[in-house]
């Protein structure tokens, strides 16, 4: 069974341009959930969607976005980047009635 | 809100030697779960073990085991017998165990540990 897939697995951009990630979850896997990745402060929620519909928010501001498709994959959106906003961003799959996330090799976005 | 604490930001082991990781968290809930992952350098995050909160019984895992201390919100993970390949930032994450009924799961991560085995 394929593992979950992250594209593009880096990407460098300016500020205040937009970035849109991608994540495809493991074959039967419903759950989604987002992280953003940064030394120091380890992995913080971004966001988490079963069937098509966002279940948990983190703490994040509103120009991060996302949204789940009926074949489960999921994109996630930065608007008017910032600098801080450089970091590795995660993606994990679960199976519902599981308790283990699968994780992708993660999308690396630079912020120029 | 429930958080996850990870005082040792950096440790290092001889191989073949054994260290322990200290996790603590904070939470109400009665019933959840307990992870610790795994990132080595430039490769993907793994589960190394989890640990049911309602479980009395350490989790054990090959070489790895924790020592899970409920009234005390600890949750640390021994590594026996250390090698190179066990080289790695460790994360240790809480999820809500009313997370499964819902179909939806919110993990809660510390800010990690990394590991480095010496040869």
Redesign the interface.
């Known amino acids: 069974k394929a593992g979950v897939t992250q594209t593009p697995r880096y990407l460098i951009k300016t500020r205040g341009q937009q970035v849109t990630l991608s994540c495809s979850p493991i074959s039967g896997h419903r759950s989604v959930s987002w992280y953003q990745q940064t030394p120091g402060q380890g992995l913080q929620f971004l966001f988490e969607y079963f069937s098509e519909t966002q279940r948990n928010k983190g703490n994040f501001p509103g120009r991060f976005s996302g949204r789940q498709f009926s074949n489960s994959r999921s994109e996630m959106n930065v608007s008017t980047l910032e600098l801080g906003d450089s970091a590795l961003y995660l993606c994990a799959s679960s199976s519902r009635g599981g308790n283990e996330q699968f994780f992708g090799p993660g999308t690396r976005l630079t912020v120029l | 809100a429930q958080t996850v604490t990870?005082s040792q930001p950096e440790m290092s082991v001889q191989e073949a030697e054994t260290v322990t990781l200290s996790c603590t968290y904070d939470t109400s809930e009665n019933n959840y779960?307990l992870?610790w992952?795994k990132q080595p350098p430039s490769?993907?995050?793994?589960?190394v073990i989890?640990q049911e909160a309602y479980k009395q019984q350490n989790a054990t895992e090959n070489r790895f085991s924790v020592n899970f201390q409920k009234a005390a919100k600890s949750f640390s993970l021994k590594i026996s017998d250390s090698q190179l390949g066990d080289t790695a930032m460790y994360?240790c994450a809480f999820?809500k165990h009313s997370?499964?009924a819902?179909?939806?799961?919110?993990?809660?991560?510390?800010?990690?540990t990394r590991l480095k085995v010496l040869a």
């Open positions: 990870q779960y992870f992952y490769r993907q995050m793994i589960l989890r994360f999820m997370g499964l819902s179909g939806t799961y919110k993990y809660i991560f510390g800010t990690g």
